[in-house]
């Protein structure tokens, strides 16, 4: 008996053919819908450290084109080739990938890790094509480039986790510095607890601090004790209704603000300081 082979209409293959194209386009319309709707979500971590120079965050992604040039520069930089083995070491500045929490591409450090050693030629930063990272934050009045003048955040000490704060001798953070003395400094005072010991604490200045993080890549504790932060993280903002009475700058504020209510710290509030010291207002430490 001869076998029927049915004969399937034409119709059916067309159904079929277009119901497969749709179904594939389907898969990558929506592959597109949530692989924008990924990166849309992969955005950095407000904690993020920017490579030197770098705009403001908002302008520094608008202007980033991913090239990963700086990260190529601080790579192979002259200074990045291990004394000891020859080798050269990794780079500060990684490309961040999907599990970064940084907007992927973008470049970024983390000092623990890998701190920024404040190259004196600066090399990550006049190879930006797209001026991402701004070579004029980075260059003095004598048109030279200045590490000093980086500013990529600020370093912060934990005073509960710094030993030095508990009275024990450590000062690497200190030591570690490219600014020693100036970006820190330890601040002697006595140790009330013991009455023979002296505190040796690490004190950041946030106006020179760079942010490089050399002191959090060296401090000594599991989880360090001092770290950077991006300075709108690490710094705080009184508003302009409070004004510095001593300070010529912020006076101008005070007469900008004329017939608004704004609180001074003037002469005499700064007599009552007095007083109140006076009257043993300042107590030891640990008292
Ligand atoms: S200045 Fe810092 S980020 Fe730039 S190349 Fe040197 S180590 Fe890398
Ligand atoms: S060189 Fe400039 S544009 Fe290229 S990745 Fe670095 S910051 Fe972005
Ligand atoms: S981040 Fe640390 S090491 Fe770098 S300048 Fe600031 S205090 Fe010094």
């Known amino acids: 008996m001869s076998k029927e ?15 497969t194209v749709a179904h594939n386009v389907g898969l990558s319309v929506m592959g597109g819908l949530l692989w924008a709707g990924y990166s849309a979500k992969a955005k950095s971590s407000p904690l993020t450290l920017r490579p030197p120079a770098a705009l403001d965050e908002e302008d520094f992604l608008k202007t980033c084109i991913k090239c990963g040039l700086c990260s190529e520069a601080c790579l ?13 070491r990794p780079a500060t500045l990684k490309i961040a990938k999907a599990e970064d929490n940084v907007t992927i591409g973008t470049p970024f450090f983390t000092p623990r890790d890998i701190p920024c050693y404040m190259c004196e030629d600066i090399p990550c930063v006049p190879v930006c094509p797209t001026e991402a990272l701004d070579v004029t934050k980075v260059t003095n009045k004598a048109g030279k480039l200045d590490p000093t003048m980086m500013d990529m955040g600020l370093a912060v000490v934990d005073i509960n ?3 030095a704060y ?10 570690a510095c490219p600014l020693m003395d100036t970006a820190i400094k330890l601040v002697y005072s006595r140790n009330s607890r013991t009455g023979k010991h002296a505190f040796l604490k690490p004190e950041v200045d946030m106006q020179t601090c760079t942010g490089c993080g050399m002191c959090e890549q060296a401090c000594v504790t599991e989880k360090a004790a001092i770290h950077v932060l991006p300075r709108e993280v690490a710094l705080g903002k009184p508003g302009d209704h409070y004004v510095k009475g001593w300070d010529t700058k912020d006076q101008q504020r005070v007469k900008n603000r004329v017939g608004k209510d704004v609180t001074t710290h003037d002469k005499r509030s700064a007599k009552e300081a007095t007083d109140y010291l006076n009257q043993g207002g300042l107590l030891d430490e640990d008292e």
Request: proline share 2%; with cysteine; glycine share 4%.
């Open 76 to 88: 192979n930089r002259d200074s990045n080739i291990d004394k000891e083995t020859g080798k050269q």
């Open 166 to 175: 508990w009275g024990i001798q450590c000062d690497a953070c200190y030591r």
């Open 161 to 163: 986790s710094c030993i």
């Open 5 to 19: 082979v049915k004969k399937k209409p034409q119709i059916s293959e067309r159904r079929r053919f277009f119901t």
